[in-house]
T-cell receptor, first 111, second 115 residues
Framework: GNSVTQMEGPVTLSEEAFLTINCTYT??????LFWYVQYPGEGLQLLLK?????DKGSNKGFEATYRKETTSFHLEKGSVQVSDSAVYFC??????????FGSGTRLLVRP | SAVISQKPSRDICQRGTSLTIQCQVD?????MFWYRQQPGQSLTLIAT?????????ESGFVIDKFPISRPNLTFSTLTVSNMSPEDSSIYLC????????????FGPGTRLTVL
C-alpha cells in the first residue's frame, strides 16, 4: 500500500543554517505530495504542495520538488529562523484524496 | 484561507463514557475527514465523513467505536464511544474543497484525555 517515510528527528540547527528534511514515498499511481507544519500549540497548516512529477512547491522560503525517479519530496530552506521551530509532516494524497502522513520531524532552531 | 472550527477544544473524560466532537466549516466542502494524532505520533485517518450516508472507515476503525455523522455539507460530528485511556489523542477534522485546488485544510483539533 501507500506509505511515507521521513527522516527521524529532532533536527537541531543554528539560525541561518540550511535545512533539509528527507521524505520518500511508496505509492501506486500518481499521488499528490504535501508538507504540513505544526507550530507549538497550534493546528496543522499546509506549507506547500506538488501535484505531479517535477513540480516544485514553495512557500515562506521553503521548497520541495516532486521527484518521481527517486520517489522523494525533500523539504529545504536556505536559511532557517527561530520561528521555523515546529514539527513538519510529509504527506501523500491518493486518488480518493485521503492523506497518508509520515511520522513527522521536529525542527528546533537555536538563536 | 478556509475556516474550520472544532468543539470542544479539549476535554477530560472518564473511562467508559462517550464524547461527541463537532466540526464546522465556513463554506460547502466536497469532502470531510476525521484523523487521530496519538501523543507524540503522526496523524492517522479514521474515516471519510459522507454527507447523508454512512462514513467510510479505515482499517482498524469501526463504526461502533467512532460513529460519525455528516448531515450537511458544512458540519460533521465524531463520537468516541466507551472511552479508555488508549483513546487519549488529538482528534482533527479536515475538509477539502474542489474549488480550492483540492487542498485539504485542518481544524485546530480536540485534545482528549481519558482517565
Amino acid at each position: 500500500g501507500n506509505s511515507v517515510t521521513q527522516m527521524e528527528g529532532p533536527v537541531t540547527l543554528s539560525e541561518e543554517a540550511f535545512l533539509t528534511i528527507n521524505c520518500t514515498y511508496t505509492a501506486t499511481g500518481y499521488p499528490s505530495l504535501f508538507w504540513y507544519v505544526q507550530y507549538p500549540g497550534e493546528g496543522l497548516q499546509l506549507l506547500l504542495k506538488a501535484t505531479k512529477a517535477d513540480d516544485k512547491g514553495s512557500n515562506k522560503g521553503f521548497e520541495a520538488t516532486y521527484r518521481k525517479e527517486t520517489t522523494s519530496f525533500h523539504l529545504e530552506k536556505g536559511s532557517v529562523q527561530v520561528s521555523d521551530s515546529a514539527v513538519y509532516f510529509c504527506a501523500l494524497g491518493d486518488s480518493s484524496y485521503k492523506l497518508i502522513f509520515g511520522s513527522g520531524t521536529r525542527l528546533l532552531v537555536r538563536p | 484561507s478556509a475556516v474550520i472550527s472544532q468543539k470542544p477544544s479539549r476535554d477530560i473524560c472518564q473511562r467508559g463514557t462517550s464524547l461527541t466532537i463537532q466540526c464546522q466549516v465556513d463554506s460547502q466542502v466536497t469532502m470531510m475527514f476525521w484523523y487521530r494524532q496519538q501523543p507524540g505520533q503522526s496523524l492517522t485517518l479514521i474515516a471519510t465523513a459522507n454527507q447523508g450516508s454512512e462514513a467510510t472507515y479505515e482499517s482498524g476503525f469501526v463504526i461502533d467505536k467512532f460513529p460519525i455523522s455528516r448531515p450537511n455539507l458544512t458540519f460533521s460530528t465524531l463520537t468516541v464511544s466507551n472511552m479508555s485511556p488508549e483513546d487519549s489523542s488529538i482528534y482533527l477534522c479536515s475538509a477539502r474543497w474542489a474549488a480550492r485546488d483540492n487542498e485539504q485544510f485542518f481544524g485546530p483539533g480536540t485534545r482528549l484525555t481519558v482517565l
